[in-house]
């Protein structure tokens, strides 16, 4: 997948060079660029530099705000900027030190494995990150297992293949062993897996024991009601810090509202993937909120199959090649680990 499929129309070659130190000096500053900044970079005259900044200007990849002589990128300055990247940046060292003892600590249930993740990605990007994982209608069955417990109590616990574990109590009553509990977990796996939870029968073919009988009607009953609370799960790390990343109190309001609402953003991410894009600069989210924000999104899978979408959502004047790389480098990670896993 490339960065972005949106046609690009060519600049000239000192165009390009002067768009692109405006948009990086413009990231690391957040101030607007005067043609003094950026005449050393590019070593051409600061007259030809502003004659060239003035023709992006009407051209559209550059704005002049009313308080300023300097200049700042517009949407289709950064658009430019991203398409013409060779791809993502590279991490320092320390960042990837810090991704590399993520990984090798990295354990537990799938939920609190996706929520860690959302936490590292914001770290290293200084953006808040969020972590989808499919509905569990999207993933099947790897294992179904009984466990009895005290009290006539017995556990179902279901391990889906993209690594979730799904546990429901169930009341057997007191006489039930561990022969029986067995036999269930025997008979469901026989039948359940490799199946999604959709498609999970009320009945299975009889064991001929009434009492295995019993427990597997039990679970079965049990796993679809999982399918029926089934939804996409969303984690956000680092909401604050869309707090630091906008001047305007009503934009931080606004977009921190949008976070709040998880099929908006589930859908968001979605659609800018489906549109073949890594990258989504403000109108191009879709979203008129976002307009002045910008996403970084990628795939993560488990053993090969899609499994959840990983994004980073910050200012349109973030650090783009520091945030693909980032992103690049924790899907790879998440999908070896969940799949090794």
Do not use: W
């Amino acid at each position: 997948m490339g960065i972005g499929n949106i046609h690009r129309p060519m600049l000239d070659e000192r165009k390009a060079a002067i768009l692109r130190a405006v948009v990086e000096e413009y990231i690391e500053t957040a101030q607007p660029v005067g043609s003094g900044h950026i005449a050393p970079a590019v070593n051409v005259s600061s007259a030809t530099v502003r004659n060239d900044m003035a023709a992006l200007e009407h051209e559209g990849y550059l704005r002049q705000p009313h308080t300023s002589a300097g200049r700042v990128p517009t949407d289709k300055g950064y658009r430019y900027f991203v398409d013409s990247l060779r791809g993502p940046g590279q991490l320092g060292t320390a960042q990837v030190q810090q991704v590399r003892t993520f990984f090798a600590k990295a354990h537990g249930e799938l939920e609190q494995m996706l929520h860690d993740t959302s936490r590292l990605l914001s770290d290293l990007t200084e953006h808040t990150a969020v972590v989808i994982g499919r509905p569990p209608e999207a993933t099947s069955i790897r294992s179904v297992q009984f466990v009895g417990l005290a009290g006539g109590i017995a556990l179902i616990v279901v391990v889906m293949s993209n690594g979730a574990i799904e546990k429901r109590t169930l009341d057997v009553g007191p006489d039930v062993g561990d022969d029986r509990f067995a036999a269930a977990t025997a008979h469901l796996s026989r039948h359940l897996i490799g199946m999604h939870l959709a498609a999970v029968p009320e009945t299975v073919a009889s064991t001929g024991d009434p009492a295995t009988d019993a427990l597997s009607s039990a679970a079965l009953t049990s796993m679809r009601e999982l399918h029926d609370d089934g939804d996409e799960q969303m984690f956000v790390g680092g909401a604050s810090r869309m707090a630091r990343a906008f001047d305007a109190v009503e934009t931080v309001r606004e977009v921190l509202g949008i976070l709040e609402q998880q099929y908006v953003v589930v859908t968001v991410l979605r659609d800018v993937l489906d549109r073949g894009l890594q990258v989504a600069i403000g109108a191009e989210t879709g979203l008129e909120t976002l307009a002045e924000c910008s996403l970084v999104v990628a795939p993560y899978e488990i053993e090969g199959e899609e499994a959840g979408t990983i994004g980073v959502l910050g200012p349109t004047r973030m650090n783009y090649p520091q945030a693909l790389a980032a992103v690049a480098v924790v899907s790879k990670r998440l999908s070896h680990h969940l799949t090794e896993g």
